[in-house]
Nanobody, 126 residues
Framework: VQLQASGGGLVEPGGSLRLSCAAS????????RAWFRQAPGKEREFVAA????????VYADSVKGRFTISGDAAKNTVYLQMDALKPEDTAVYYC????????????????????WGQGTQVTVSS
């Protein structure tokens, strides 16, 4: 199973980007997909997650109201629409996938996820 993240880049504060995470090698019916990020010198942190069976979403407080996670089951792809970007959103963004019966309380936890993409750089700067 491979996860391929794309869509990162340089954007000015207040701008928007849409990240994509395409899965290949396997299609699963359950589990969840998530985005995490890691800024220089900081630990990796949770951003957003979506559970496949009911499309339940969870967001970090820092991105609520600005970021939206969604999925396209036919394409086995998950998206992260990022609006009103701030300099503090600058980080490498990683997508992740869990193939099990994901419970809501575990959706924001790194250890929940079995597969990880390679990361895509997002830089917010004027």
């Amino acid at each position: 199973v491979q996860l391929q993240a794309s869509g990162g880049g340089l954007v000015e504060p207040g701008g928007s980007l849409r990240l994509s995470c395409a899965a290949s090698g396997r299609t699963w019916s359950g589990g969840a997909r998530a985005w995490f990020r890691q800024a220089p010198g900081k630990e990796r942190e949770f951003v957003a997650a979506i559970r496949k069976r009911d499309r339940y979403t969870v967001y970090a407080d820092s991105v609520k109201g600005r970021f939206t996670i969604s999925g396209d089951a036919a394409k086995n792809t998950v998206y992260l629409q990022m609006d009103a970007l701030k300099p503090e959103d600058t980080a490498v963004y990683y997508c992740a996938a869990d193939t099990g019966g994901t419970i809501v309380s575990a959706m924001s936890t790194m250890t929940t996820y079995d597969y990880w993409g390679q990361g895509t750089q997002v830089t917010v700067s004027s």
